[in-house]
């Protein structure tokens, strides 16, 4: 459902809700200025908003790249 990407993305966010996380995607949206991440980042709102909060709490973090050394 998700990419590595989103889920990177998503949990650099990631807040204890669904509509938490949704609200701090969006209140963050106005510091981006990288068009591919605000590409990535509008695909991933209409991701979530297309899930429940049960979806949202079986989303597999481990697969995020945010603890990787390179990460960048």
């Known amino acids: 459902m998700f990419t590595v990407e989103e889920i990177t993305l998503l949990d650099s966010y990631r807040k ?3 509509k938490e996380t949704i609200e ?14 605000i590409n990535l980042i509008d695909g991933l ?3 979530l908003k297309r899930i429940s ?11 995020s790249l945010l603890d990787e050394v390179d990460f960048e």
Do not use: A, G, V
């Open 45 to 47: 709102l209409l991701k």
């Open 53 to 63: 909060e049960n979806d949202y709490e079986n989303i597999d973090f481990s697969l």
């Open 24 to 37: 701090e995607i969006k209140s963050n949206y106005k510091y981006q200025d990288d068009k591919e991440i």
């Open 16 to 18: 204890t809700s669904l």
